[in-house]
């Protein structure tokens, strides 16, 4: 596709449940970052990759975050045992070298944890 | 750590004014700078950057200076219209391979008619 595409747009989860969530970068784009965007706040880096090597995984929150990309294509956030402050826009992005400054982002997935 | 400050809205104001935006910025070394805006129901799009001291980035009538001796990098526009109504990012990077972007909270501007 053109852009950056991140699946679902919308997901509901009950407390505890697992969710993954899916971002197929721009094709060819090396670098792929993952954010997290809570209501009324920019958005806060969680985990960088370049290729399929996780570089960077400073920001995930907590050991319930796991994310991969096997192929270094399509890319994966996972978490496990969801509770109600993982409630968040989560934004998926891809920059065509292994520098951070010309992101394209996907329009995101609303996550609400009940 | 680095991090980035903007002024907290909402902005509203009516077509055809005078929008500034403020952002201020703290880094150690020369970090490059840029605003993202985020139109309704669109993902994040890159406005304008400024990579070096004294650089002016433009773009859509918009325009930020990067100054490094008051650190900022504030976002003007002479006359705004109602299409501009978006939520706007100041943001940096330290310039590093695979250094991520760290955001301000975001500035929501509302243009009337």
């Known amino acids: 596709g053109a852009g950056v595409s991140q699946s679902p747009r919308y997901k509901v989860a009950k407390r505890g449940q697992d969710v993954a969530l899916r971002c197929d970068p721009i094709?060819?784009?090396?670098?792929l970052f993952w954010y997290q965007q809570a209501l009324g706040q920019g958005p806060e880096f969680l985990t960088y990759?370049?290729?399929?090597?996780?570089?960077?995984k400073s920001g995930l929150p907590s050991d319930r975050f796991f994310a991969e990309r096997p192929e270094g294509s399509v890319s994966t956030l996972k978490i496990q045992r969801t509770q109600q402050e993982d409630s968040a826009v989560y934004l998926c992005a891809s920059s065509k070298g292994q520098g951070g400054e010309k992101l394209f982002f996907g329009s995101g997935t609303q996550l609400s944890v009940l | 750590g680095d991090s980035v400050t903007q002024m907290e809205g909402p902005v509203t104001l009516s077509e055809e004014a005078f929008l500034t935006i403020n952002c201020t910025y703290t880094?150690?070394?020369?970090?490059?700078l840029f605003w993202y805006v985020q139109y309704p129901g669109e993902g994040l799009q890159l406005l304008l950057k400024?990579?070096?001291?004294?650089d002016k980035g433009s773009n859509k009538g918009f325009e930020a200076t990067y100054r490094k001796e008051t650190t900022s990098f504030h976002l003007e526009k002479g006359s705004v219209q109602v299409s501009d109504s978006a939520v706007y990012f100041c943001?940096?990077?330290?310039?590093?391979?695979?250094?991520?972007?760290?955001f301000g909270k975001g500035t929501t501007l509302s243009v009337s008619s």
């Open positions: 990759f370049q290729n399929e090597a996780q570089l960077d």
């Open positions: 094709s060819g784009h090396v670098s």
């Open positions: 880094a150690t070394g020369y970090p490059s």
């Open positions: 943001a940096l990077t330290p310039n590093q391979a695979g250094t991520a972007l760290i």
């Open positions: 400024a990579t070096k001291a004294d």
